[in-house]
């Protein structure tokens, strides 16, 4: 009997909590369940429920949702959520990782005015990934922009390919509003890239997280690039359903990106698997083309230690 045309993807599709604003992280975890995704990252911020691990342990049990991610709190409006000092809330953000049995923490780089924790970001980063199995996945951001002004707001800097980093984590919402190439950047992250923000945009200087599809990124290829890549790596929905009109509405977009996403790790599968026999009812489909993400050798590790043991506007994102 010939193998199935399409496959279910090894990699698992999770829901980050903050698609789900305003509404809660417990209605993040009751929507991912009811959806059928594979867990959840959970982003940390003002919420008091995604601050408690043994509040967000109930709610993964409750659901049958494990926690895949962890996103520390590294946004304006989180930087007094577990404590003001950033290394302090990537101690904790790796420890809830750890004891929710999720693999990867995201972290962004720091803010510009945040001097010290910029200066040793870099070989903190790099020490604290060697204290743990949980990978430190640095996302990509983007310069801030007024009319047509950009201003530099994170340091070493926005486009976190051009610094030494274990992991990474690519956005395409963010390479949208940093006007990037997204394979190109995926590309430079190589066998590096562990995690992947799955959004759309249209190139706005707002960080738009449109469902995917719906802008222009190359998220379908990114994805099918991956999948033949074998990548073992997590893909999050992180879009924006602010503006849903219900809860309907919102549980459809959320539905349409799970779809999406499936869809597109699937791809290469089909692609490689024997054609079924044609039926005078149903044409052949040809798959889509698949691109190969391109690897980059892993560049030599940074030297030094932090003296210690991330972010963009003001809501999840």
Known sequence: MADPVVRIPDTKVALSTA??????????????ARLGYDGVEVMVWTDPVSQDIEALRRLSDYHGVPVLAVHAPCLLITQRVWSTDPWVKLQRARAAAEKLGASTVVVHPPFR?????????????????????????????????????????????????QEDYRHFTVDLSHTATSRSDAMAMAGRM????????????????????????????????LLEGLAADGFDGHVVIEVNTRRAMSAAEREADLAEALAFARLHLAAPAAATSPAPARSQTAPAVRAPRTPRTPRTPRRPRSSGSSGAPGSSGARPS
């Not at 698609?19 to 991912?32: D, K, M, R």
């Not at 992947?196 to 802008?215: M, Q, W």
Request: aromatic share 12%; hydrophobic share 35%; with cysteine.
């Open 113 to 161: 005015w945040q001097r010290q924790y910029a200066r040793d970001f870099v070989t903190g980063i790099w020490r604290m990934a060697d204290e743990t199995d949980v990978r430190f996945a640095v996302e990509n951001m983007y310069p801030w922009r007024y009319r047509d002004r950009e201003m530099p707001a994170y340091a070493p800097g926005w486009d976190v390919t």
């Open 190 to 221: 190589g066998d590096r890239l562990g995690h992947v923000h799955l959004a759309d945009g249209n190139g706005s200087a707002k960080d738009e997280h449109l469902v995917p599809g719906r802008g222009t990124q190359p998220c379908a290829e």
């Open 19 to 32: 698609s789900v604003y305003p509404e809660s992280t417990a209605t993040a975890f009751e929507i991912a």
